[in-house]
């Protein structure tokens, strides 16, 4: 790269940090890059953190020593993503999303980029201290929810099928019971899609009882892979105390209520902002 | 927002643009956003766009007049997007990946983030001038290439499903047969998934002889809705010219042989580097 002046290093390393989140990056990397003594970069660094941290960006951490340098993490302030989740309620909220069954339809709303760009990079907040090496989610209206939060957290993703017909060599299946329904439903990961003694995140759309999510952690048992953390975008809250087979998770949203004949419903941000 | 000095400005916007792209912002609304003159705020449009278009990070394209501003487009330069695919090419080509049947294990791949990020700046370039409201894929690989072209073009992702067990309200299924294994399969999608008179951009994970994607295409149009464009990943070269269902699309890379018995593949970058 040829040798930049400090305005336009800044952009190029403004994006160069924005498309390495969670990555260590050395000053001595960004100095070979720019041609620039460590002195500059550090001076650019310190510019670029204030910016992040004062708009709500992210936070820059500077690890000092050989091994050290500096790394991105995307982070969004709780009064922002309260913002954005009663703004995202008060969609969810309108009567024609109410289904049979009193399920919410939401699939156009998990296709909105915008959308799962915020949902991401606030589940990327909620966990970005943990030590995960991988997400987890269960096909098929998880599967954006859990991208959008990989590409903040810079991990893999690998997804449950709902079926055994897996044509990716030999699989783990299990069947689970899902809590609401009762029905006993089949589940299946391939061998090599996820290492054994994995830590690992759990991310779906919409827990009921729990059933599908406790599914998934007992598919991680037989990996001997261990419980990162566990995320859902909207909960139920119409679920008794004794039927919930989860206590430790996150929620960005709560149903509360719905009521069929009107097709009213009350969705609030979820378990996340009540700590 | 406080007002920036120019250095924070260049940073802050930078990352305006990034998170926003094919989004039309105005002069003003900037100017505003900084408390900056627009002269100001045009002479730091010109330093970014500088970087953005000598560090291959994308196009900024400035329209003039009232409804005028400025818009990023993401685009990936052909010599680095043949660099990458010629080693996205070499990862695929483990002999380990040949699945029964010749079929390709690339689920892993898929599940990379900086992969699919890659990818669907890649397609974001193949496409950007194209007018596309909506892009369209089929569970389930392809799920995630979608997503990352969405992201990188601003439009939101429709997925077509494999069975007819829609819990979405009215749905339309066809039954298509898959051009390779001559098998007759279903696919369907919900009414209120796609708006009439739609044009849309198909990606996929894998194309034989193009049977699923050709499910999709008259799947279109039962939604009175238009093909702007067909995107794959890896086709398969092993087809036969009368087979062929398709003849306009763009393909990343392209599997020409598998030899069965000593798990040897060749791939090569497909079509798109033709051009």
Same mark, same amino acid.
């Given at each position: /790269?040829?040798? =930049?002046?400090?305005?336009?290093?800044?952009?190029?390393?403004?994006?160069?940090?924005?498309?390495? !989140?969670?990555?260590?990056?050395?000053?001595?990397?960004?100095?070979?890059?720019?041609?620039?003594?460590?002195?500059?970069?550090?001076?650019?660094?310190?510019?670029?953190?204030?910016?992040?941290?004062?708009?709500?960006?992210?936070?820059? @951490?500077?690890?000092? #020593?050989?091994?050290?340098?500096?790394?991105?993490?995307?982070?969004? !302030?709780? @009064?922002?993503?309260?913002?954005?989740?009663? $703004?995202?309620?008060?969609?969810?909220?309108?009567? $024609?999303?109410? &289904? !049979?069954?009193?399920?919410? +339809? /939401?699939? $156009?709303?998990?296709?909105?980029? $915008?959308?799962?760009?915020?949902?991401?990079?606030?589940?990327?907040?909620?966990?970005?201290?943990?030590?995960?090496?991988?997400?987890?989610?269960?096909?098929?209206?998880?599967?954006?929810?859990?991208?959008?939060? %990989?590409?903040? &957290?810079?991990?893999?993703?690998?997804?449950?099928?709902?079926?055994?017909?897996?044509?990716? #060599?030999?699989?783990?299946?299990?069947? +689970?019971?899902?809590?609401?329904?009762?029905?006993?439903?089949? /589940?299946?990961?391939?061998?090599?899609?996820?290492?054994?003694?994995?830590?690992?995140?759990?991310?779906?759309?919409?827990?009921?009882?729990?059933?599908?999510?406790?599914? /998934?952690?007992? =598919?991680?048992?037989?990996?001997? %892979?261990?419980?990162?953390?566990?995320?859902?975008?909207?909960?139920?809250?119409?679920?008794?105390?004794?039927?919930?087979? =989860?206590?430790? +998770?996150?929620?960005?949203?709560? =149903?509360?209520?719905?009521?069929?004949?009107?097709?009213?419903?009350?969705?609030? !941000?979820?378990? +996340?902002?009540?700590?």
């Amino acid at each position: /790269m040829k040798k =930049l002046k400090r305005s336009a290093r800044l952009v190029e390393m403004t994006q160069y940090l924005l498309t390495r !989140p969670h990555t260590l990056i050395s000053l001595t990397a960004f100095a070979d890059r720019y041609g620039s003594a460590k002195s500059s970069i550090s001076e650019d660094l310190a510019i670029i953190k204030e910016v992040f941290e004062e708009e709500g960006i992210g936070e820059l @951490h500077t690890l000092a #020593g050989a091994a050290g340098g500096v790394k991105f993490k995307p982070v969004m !302030p709780k @009064h922002t993503a309260l913002a954005i989740m009663h $703004d995202i309620c008060a969609r969810l909220e309108q009567p $024609d999303r109410v &289904l !049979p069954g009193g399920y919410l +339809y /939401m699939t $156009d709303m998990l296709g909105q980029p $915008d959308l799962l760009a915020d949902v991401g990079k606030l589940f990327a907040t909620a966990f970005r201290d943990r030590q995960i090496d991988v997400i987890m989610t269960v096909e098929t209206k998880g599967i954006p929810l859990a991208y959008a939060t %990989a590409a903040c &957290l810079n991990i893999p993703v690998v997804i449950v099928r709902r079926d055994n017909k897996v044509t990716e #060599g030999s699989a783990v299946s299990i069947n +689970y019971v899902s809590g609401s329904t009762k029905r006993i439903q089949t /589940m299946s990961l391939a061998r090599r899609a996820l290492k054994e003694r994995s830590n690992v995140l759990i991310i779906d759309d919409f827990m009921k009882a729990g059933g599908t999510i406790q599914g /998934m952690i007992d =598919l991680l048992y037989e990996f001997n %892979a261990t419980v990162a953390g566990v995320g859902v975008f909207v909960e139920s809250g119409d679920v008794e105390r004794e039927e919930r087979l =989860l206590e430790d +998770y996150i929620s960005l949203a709560k =149903l509360t209520a719905v009521d069929m004949k009107t097709k009213q419903m009350n969705i609030v !941000p979820g378990n +996340y902002f009540n700590s």
